[in-house]
């Protein structure tokens, strides 16, 4: 009996896992950086080890048991690989794990893990500096949006990214050095169109609650699909809410799944809820402070977001840019409401205006957001009939936190 209890007791004894990682701030965001070859062969075989790594197993909303921070924004995972193709130097995949929930989603880029690859394949050996360079671009391919992204990082006197420096971004407290990171020919990058809709306004109908209710909104995909809702339309009864608020929260997923639909990313609802990475939401609104073009309240996995998603920067940008769109109605002066009525994201009010045409050169377009703003290089080539996302660029930094094992069960 006891030597049948001991078999048994060996028998179900866990193995514990050994996964080489570098956990990395970057921009707003943090993750783990892995090399690829340190993971299954098969991306469908991810899965389990990132959520056994990052603490999501068993739905565990906490993370406690891995090395994930409990938010959305620090359950990220980013992937990396020597590229065979001879348009980039490194291959990334992102990897949105999520918190509360066994899913890990590919579906879509993340920008701000995106600025750590560049410092992450110097420091790894991935991409190494001629003698004597302080500054190289590391071309990298995503995977999840099969897009290009061009990084400008500075090299230290070791070849090893230049991490400390004076450039300062909102969300983060002390300075870095400068990572410009350029998304190139980022329209379509999941749905392999600008307007995955064909317009560039859209009446999105929410059923959803006991009052139906209608809101406009610019679906635009480029370096990520978006939802941009133009505040004023918002439902009267969320004029009391807040955006952390949990009715404030519903209100925009059942919005979020409604473009998801009319975007053709989904189905129906259930298929819509089913994918939360993709498409993202934001509310835009004019901005009242001095030098913004707009202001935004993101939303990710269903939360509030803490600043903007670096791809929603890029995103939104090209956006503002572009005639006829939401944000681009928003930005114009003609938008911008009297100081008596100057508007939350809660207020209820449809507006109207013609907005004027853009030049089409490069412009560098500030966002407003809950954690400060950030400023965007968007260069649009604007056609008779339609818009050619060229290249945007944003500024971001990052930082090693520390290199070694995560170890998990699986």
């Known amino acids: 009996m006891g030597v049948h209890m ?33 993971l299954p062969a098969s991306q469908d075989q991810w899965v389990r080890p990132l959520l056994a790594a990052m603490g999501s197993k068993n739905n565990e909303p ?43 989603d590919f579906s879509g880029n993340c920008g701000n893990m995106a600025s750590g690859v560049g ?16 500054q190289v671009e590391v071309r990298i391919f995503n995977t999840n949006t099969s897009r290009i992204m ?13 991490e400390d420096g004076l450039y300062d971004m909102a969300g983060v407290v002390d300075s870095g050095r ?49 939802v941009f809702v133009n505040a004023f339309t918002l439902p009267t009864w969320l004029s009391a809410a807040m955006p952390q608020d949990q009715l404030y929260v519903d209100t925009v997923e059942c919005i979020r799944r ?30 009242s402070s001095p030098g913004m073009d707009i202001q935004v309240q993101s939303f990710s996995m269903g939360k509030p977001h803490p600043s903007l998603q670096l791809t929603g920067a890029v995103c939104l940008g090209a956006a503002v840019c572009i005639d006829g769109t939401v944000p681009n109605l928003l930005s114009t002066s ?26 089409g050169k490069t412009r560098a377009v500030t966002v407003k957001h809950p954690g400060g703003s950030i400023s965007v290089d968007a260069d ?23 290199e070694g094992n995560v170890l998990y069960y699986n």
């Open 6 to 38: 001991q078999e048994t007791t060996l028998k179900r004894k866990r193995v514990r896992h050994v996964l080489p990682a570098v956990l990395m701030r970057a921009g707003t965001s943090k993750g783990l950086f892995i090399h690829r070859k340190d």
């Open 62 to 104: 906490r993370q406690i048991d891995g090395v994930g921070g409990a938010t959305s924004t620090t359950s990220k995972v980013a992937i990396i690989s020597p590229s065979q193709r001879s348009d980039a130097d490194v291959e990334y995949t992102f990897a949105q794990v999520s918190v509360g929930m066994e899913t890990v």
């Open 119 to 134: 410092p992450f394949a110097l420091d790894e050996r991935l991409v190494i500096a001629d003698p004597g360079v302080r």
């Open 150 to 162: 061009v990084e400008t990082v500075d090299v230290d006197e070791n070849d090893h990214f230049e």
């Open 178 to 226: 400068q990572v410009h990171v350029a998304f190139v020919d980022p329209a379509g990058s999941v749905t392999g169109a600008l307007f995955p809709s064909g317009n560039r306004v859209e009446e999105l109908t929410v059923s959803t609650f006991d009052t139906p209710f209608t809101v406009q909104a610019t679906l635009v995909d480029a370096a990520n699909p978006f």
């Open 258 to 287: 409604a473009g998801a639909i009319k975007m053709n990313m989904a189905n129906n609802q259930e298929e819509a809820a089913a994918r939360r990475g993709t498409p993202k939401i934001a509310i835009v609104w004019p901005s």
């Open 334 to 359: 003609e938008a911008l409401p009297t100081p008596e009525r100057t508007p939350s994201p809660n207020n209820a009010e449809t507006m109207y205006c013609k907005a004027p045409a853009t030049s």
């Open 380 to 402: 649009v080539l604007l056609l008779e009939s339609s818009s050619h996302v060229v290249q945007c660029t944003v500024s971001r930094t990052a930082r090693r936190l520390f």
